[in-house]
C-alpha cells in the first residue's frame, strides 16, 4: 500500500488578477497492471476501483464531492488491465482552496453485491453533492478509503462500504492534494500519481501498479457587461 500525498505551500505571488478564471479538476484512471495477483490459486482476481473528487474553499471548509467507479473486471497475472471504461469525474477547484483526490482498489469476492454498488455509484457517476449532506470535516485526518467511503455517504449510498471492503479486499489506496494557488502560480495543469499497491491475503501476496492523473481545466468567466 502507498499513499502519495503533496503538501502543497499556500502563495499568493505571482497572481494575475486581470482576468477571471475558474479551474476544473479532472481524476481520470490510466493504468492498471496486475503483477502479482491476490488469489493466486484461482488465477484470476476480481477488481473495481472506487474514486472521488473533494474540493476545499479557502477557509478549508468542504464544498462538494464527486464520486466515480469501475469494475467488476477480472485480471490474470501479469496483465495490463483495460481501464478505457473508467469514466473521468471532475469538480471546481475554490479559488485558494484545495481539492484531494482519492481512490481505492478492490479485489472482489462477494461479485453481487460489488455490482450492485457500482451500479449505484454509477448512478451518481459525476453528480456533485453539496457541503449540507457532506460528513468530512475539515480538521478530521482522513485515508484514501475514508475520503470515497464518505464521498458516497454525500451522495447518498455507501454507508456500508467500508464493511464491505473489508482489509482483506482492499488491495490499495492512494490519493494526492492539489493546492490551487500553488497550482495556479505555477501554472502546472496536471499531477501523475503512481501508486504501487502491495500486500499479503493470508498466505497469498499481491502487487498492483496503477496511475491515475488529475489535469486541470481553465474555464474562463465572462466578465459581466453593463
Ligand atoms: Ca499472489
Ligand atoms: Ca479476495
Ligand atoms: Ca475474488
Redesign the pocket.
Known sequence: MMRVCLFIVVSVLGFSCSRQTTLTAVLTPRTLKAVNL??TVSRRDELMMAYSLTSYDAQNKPVGVVNGGWGVESAQKGQQVDLRAAQPISLALPKNGKIVASLVLI?V?DYNQAKQMLDQIRQVHNVVSGPAAFLVTATEILTPLKYVTAGLAASGIGLKLADQFDD??LLGQSSVELNEAEMRQKKQRFVRVPAVFTGQ?LRDAFEYQLEYDVTLNVMKIQPTRQ
Do not use: I, K, S
Request: proline residues 0%; charged residues 85%.
Open positions: 491476490e488469489e479485489e469476492d482483506d479486499d491475503n
